[in-house]
């Protein structure tokens, strides 16, 4: 029977498989003739509709199908797939649910019905569910998806404000109760225990957590298992046993053979060791400071003692205002194994890990990093109670820089340490460096690698004050020793494939890091010229070494060549969820280089190829979410909602969105219609709490100390919040004005001019005035409901309905004053934008302002070209200036529509229609001298003279000190990195030029 | 000297510097919540000390009867801190976690035959090529391809539960599988 079934659907299943959606429909209506009820085939018809794109009556057959409340497990599974495609989620729960309410038996149903609250984030639900499988089948499991459920509830996991929920200590006292009486204990499996003690911690309960741990059983786990011992190590300290972890740590460093291999050296048992050795002392003194205060008071003639909010809490510490009993205080039962006074203390770890890295040798580093690190920590201790810094650290760092200047990483080690040197010792550590320098042999590899990492940690250590002199004579030196260990290395035949990193490398980093120093301190552009010329010839050569192509990609988009920006960062594949963290890399501010209006798509594209991830998070992580339950890894679970809370809520998501639209515009036909859907998705985007997960570590910085490469070479200044804050506030209000509809963002942009625009450029805040200036002089036309206005874009409001709101205000007078009702509804900054106060700034609102803006934008731009500014300021204005007129376009849609739908029609709009058209001709006419000066900067960037001006710029550099000399490279490579440098910025400049003038004849 | 942690589903914001490598492939999310859905204990990052990912190791269990055992999908570690002994320790405690939790008879693992330096390593770690396994990678865009290019060594190192010790053979080298055959 079943067979024949199997038999019957397999033509249906082979045809979706093979995308062959129209078979699949004829095969199904073919059955449904003999069986026109056959649920399965309905089921598969309805997503066979669906793909084949006929999205009406797919939804139809859907809808009737679902009203059959269907049990069938096939049928759920198709229908399942069908409402997801439809966007329908939660209707896939209550589908379910009724199934299975219909049959309370049906085991798998139950589970199905659990999981589907699963995806939807429905945790209170799916405690119920699971409680409710747990009573009926017995599972033990079913009761740990309910208490995992109800832990999630309480941490309001994935939700709009995550966080401990009011009610959380109810639902983790009810998880607390199931996980005790569970008919199976926790210690089973790791990840029970990992919820078990979650919970215990959550609650406050630090004893009872520690019971659990120090069980045979519970000892056992943290052994094995490397996030239970994390969330061990975390309720320790959490509890104060600071001496336990000490000890626990100090054993597991100085024990062989204890159970993870053979000898513990994971850094974090270092660093646990220590951080907790001096909670010990800190708790040792404030234990006899407390035994002091109370046991002689009467020694204080004043008899003004240290106010009781001053003692310093100990988790031994009695409640009250102060009074300590020394009787009902517990002494401190000092561990035998440790002794109290500080000195000894640390004395035992300085023995402890001088022993260990003797004993270790030089194969591994942790007991000669964790001297660094403990004698760090002597020093800061030492500081604050007044006393001499000893000389220790200083010595233990050069001992370390002997020891493993010959390894990578030596440098990043010493980082931290170096840092916390005081001026004095900089200066005895930098004259030791130099003697480094002048020791080392650069042409072998060991000898390479001490060279750059003291020319790395000489950078680091430098104060400031630096000159152009000194950058670019460092620039030089790195590259000399690029040379010489790449003569070296061909003598000693010794030539590595092109497919691996260079040891040489970072020499070529180093270098670009001085360049772009020389150009901070000189803003002369050839030193970018010269540090791409370095970069360049650095990436021919090691073609693998992506950190290259990153400097590149930051040094061409300054110079505003976009094409071999785009070029390099498409060549590091950057893919998956990649995209999240490094398309900022290309798409910061990138519709300044959208050349859409003119057909290259290039940049829209990177924009939808860099969001495709969220959609993959929005279908995929539910699933490994569920994955998790069914695995019983409750470990991973909270960490996967938060996975895809952080991608979901992306910052770079939603730039790159807005980015999207400000490209869009440039090509689009402005439509009242999309922009209310848009309205309403921005204002959703508007309320998010975003997570920033751009990566700019990937940007390598070997910059003097409290410099970094990445803020130096952003194409303006870094955007956050705030910026993307601002932008969707000034486009929502456009909106709004163009729908004709009120929305709940403040009306007046003073708000904003007033402290929010640290992430703004200057001619940001400049548009953004604009933006005020179009809002106050333009009269806010008749609004509409929301309702009215999404039932005229649906096409079911009657022509007299659209028109019937009564004109608010006469013509000519500033919206804001007269709408009192929106004033009422603005909304207060979000949370997380700090306003710093300062007075608001006002603008002046008419057509002349409007006009203005145009203006002083074309005076700009030239007045930038005329200085010899950096390119991409100049496009940036552009592009702004382009951006207004669209914005203009905006918000006058309700007066100068041509679509007759939304069109209205006021008694006295006369006026407002002739002033509109005139600001619009006399802004083009400014856009267009805009366009004419980029223009002649694309006729000039295209000249051969202008090549030869470029690499002199390089070749005039080329004496004595020079990089290009010290490359040894003639003026050939620098003449052809010239040419794809100036033919980049050409099509730029032309792309925008003739962009411009599409945009403002549309 | 790092930091050895579990992996994480945060990671995947984290771990650019590792996968921006050529030979580090980045795979999809469900990919690697996949295996941390399931084998979490048998994925690990090493992290250094200013908390950059250094490298990271994605394992997981399978197989029936004498078969089951511990595999290495993925083991990789950024250029800069190459040479420092971190694979060993990542391999150290895959191995330690088949044995003590998963209670496995070996740990395994796929390299091209081409890769002579990785497979001298993992010799050096106490692993032995067990089979050859016909075209099991697709050629690199940098290679010229080859049978060595695109053929896998399948590699075992025996575990203590392993007394007979069946995952190693002399003559594993010779002995050819194809694709297909493999799990």
Known sequence: MVDQEQRKLKPIYDALDSGSYKAAIQTCNKLLKKQPQHETIRALKSLALLRANKAEEAIQLCDEILASKPTDDTVLGIMQHVLKHLDRTPEITAMFEDAFKKQPGNEELGAQTFMSHIRVGSWKNAQIIALKLFKSFKQPKYLFWSIMSAVLQAQNAGGVNPGMTDNAPILLNLALRMITNSPIPSYVAPDHFYLHLTILKTLDKLDEAYELIQSERGKRLCETSLVVDELRREIFLAKGACKEEAVLCGERLSKKGWARGELDRNWITFLSLIDSTFDVIKLNESQSKCETDSVAPATDSEGAGPPPSEAKPTPTSTEGNGEVDPELTPKPTPHPELPLEPQALIDGLRELFERLAKEDGLKERGGHLASLQLEKRVRIREEGQGKSVPDTLLSLIKQYFNNFSDKTCCFEDLKPYVASLQEGELTSWLGYLKEQADARDPSTPAGLARSINVFKLQRFSSTSGRTEDDERNDAALYLKTDVHFNRGMVLLGKDLSDTDLQPADDLAILAANALVSAWVITRKETYLHQALVVLEYASSKSKQNYQFRVLAVRIYRLLAANGPALSHYRTMDVKQVQTDTLSHLILSRGSTYSLAPVGDVGMTQECIAASDIYNQNSSDTADMIIKAFQFEKYSQITEFVEFEDRLDNSLQRDLTRLEYVRMKFTTEKLEPEALLLELQELEFVLEKMHHDNRDFAVIPNYQPRGQSLADQTSMGVVRGFQWLTVFLQLYIRAYARACRVETSVASDMNTFLSGWLSEMTEDEKTFLKFSQILHEWIPCPPLQSREAAMAALTGTATPSEATAAPAQNGSGEPAAKTNGDQERKQSPPPPHVKQDGSAPVTVEASAETAVKYFQDAAARAKALADQGELLWEVCHVATLAQEAYILLQIVSLPYISKSGKSKIKLADSGPVVESLKAVRTQAATHLKTISTLLSDIAEKEGSAARRDEWAEGCAALSEANSVMHALQLGNEFASSVAKKTLEARKTVCEGLANGILKVISA | ?183
């Not at chain 2, 050529?22 to 469900?30: G, M, N, P, Q, R």
């Not at chain 2, 250029?79 to 002994?85: A, F, I, V």
């Not at chain 2, 330690?96 to 998963?102: D, L, N």
Request: hydrophobic content about 35%; glycine content about 6%; some cysteine.
């Open chain 2, 1 to 183: 000297m790092s930091v050895l942690r579990p992996f994480k589903a945060d990671d995947l914001f984290k771990f650019n510097n590792v996968n921006l490598d050529l030979w580090t492939e980045t795979y999809s999310i469900s990919f690697y919540l996949t295996y941390l859905a399931r084998w979490p204990d048998l994925c690990l990052v090493q992290e250094a000390p200013n908390g950059k990912m250094m490298g990271y190791v994605i394992g997981k269990a399978e197989g029936h009867g004498q078969e089951w055992h511990g595999h290495v999908t993925a083991i990789t570690v950024a250029p800069e801190y190459r040479r420092l002994g971190l694979a060993r320790k990542m391999m150290d405690e895959l191995e330690r976690i088949s044995t003590e939790v998963y209670n496995g008879y070996f740990v395994d693992l796929y390299v091209r035959c081409a890769n002579i330096l990785a497979i001298n390593m993992y010799e050096r770690m106490g692993y032995s090529v067990y089979r050859r396994v016909a075209q099991y990678y697709s050629k690199l865009p940098h290679e010229k391809g080859g049978r060595d290019q695109e053929d896998a060594f399948d590699m075992r190192k025996p575990l203590p539960r392993d007394t007979m010790r069946r995952s190693v053979r002399p003559n594993g080298r010779e002995i050819i599988i194809s694709r297909d055959q493999a799990p």
